[in-house]
């Protein structure tokens, strides 16, 4: 890409607070970004080819949203930790296997999308981010859902198309959880503890392409709890 159209980008965005540079094949993270750290508040570098993030992306203390999906990261610097105003990490489609312990810092974060990247574990350490409302890991490798993610604040977990087979009964203490989805996992049906349906604040429990019938569920103590929950849920939106 031509120096003078990322010059024109770059004078778009000291004003606008938003840089938005897709589908360009960047190998690196633009470095000129650099003299906007005061300005920018939202950045968006998606389908390019970056491999690293650099250090320096702490600098922009501004930032709301960084969407760095379909590019190859395959990791997270520290100083990712310092962007306290970060509501919007979107880093779906990378080679992303584990993140930096410093991501816990991240106070202000409502979205978190790591879906399509090459999990194999639950990353540990989120139970610190507050308000967050979604946590995506769908299309990644995970095998199953530990007992630290009752400390998750989150509305949402996301976790279709993993390879999960056991699910922590501990799931259902999440104070805010309302969303589980779980489509396209290696359930059994004996797999689902009974106080997620039972004792539990999920009104929306998505278990379809497991290894059992979702009829079935029926069958499981609480459930009949659980469509109290998911009725009362779907009248209030109708």
Known sequence: MGNSA???????????GVFQLTAKGL????????????NL?????????IEVLPAAVGNFLLLKSLTMNSNRLTSLPSEIGKLKKLETLSLSGN?????????????????????????????PGLGTLRHLDLLDLSRN???????????????????????????????S????????????????????????????HVSLFSVEGNLFEVKNLRDLVGY?????????????FA
């Open 6 to 16: 990322l010059k024109s980008h770059l004078e778009t965005s000291q004003k606008t």
């Open 27 to 38: 190998q690196e993270f633009p470095e000129e970004l650099q003299r906007l750290t005061a």
């Open 41 to 49: 508040r939202t950045v968006d570098l998606s389908g390019n080819k």
């Open 95 to 123: 080679r992303i296997v584990q993140l930096p312990s410093t991501l816990g810092q991240l106070k202000a974060l409502r979205t978190l999308n790591l879906s399509g990247n090459q999990f194999l574990e639950f990353p």
């Open 141 to 171: 490798q995970i095998r199953n859902v530990p007992a630290a993610v009752s400390e998750l604040q989150t509305i949402e977990i996301n976790l279709n198309q993993n390879q999960i087979s056991v699910l922590s009964a501990e799931v």
């Open 173 to 200: 203490q999440c104070p805010r959880l309302k969303v589980l989805r779980l489509e396209e996992n290696c359930l059994e049906l004996s797999s689902i503890p009974e106080s997620i349906l039972g004792d539990s």
């Open 224 to 236: 009949n709890k659980y469509m109290e929950r998911f009725t009362a849920t779907k009248m209030k």
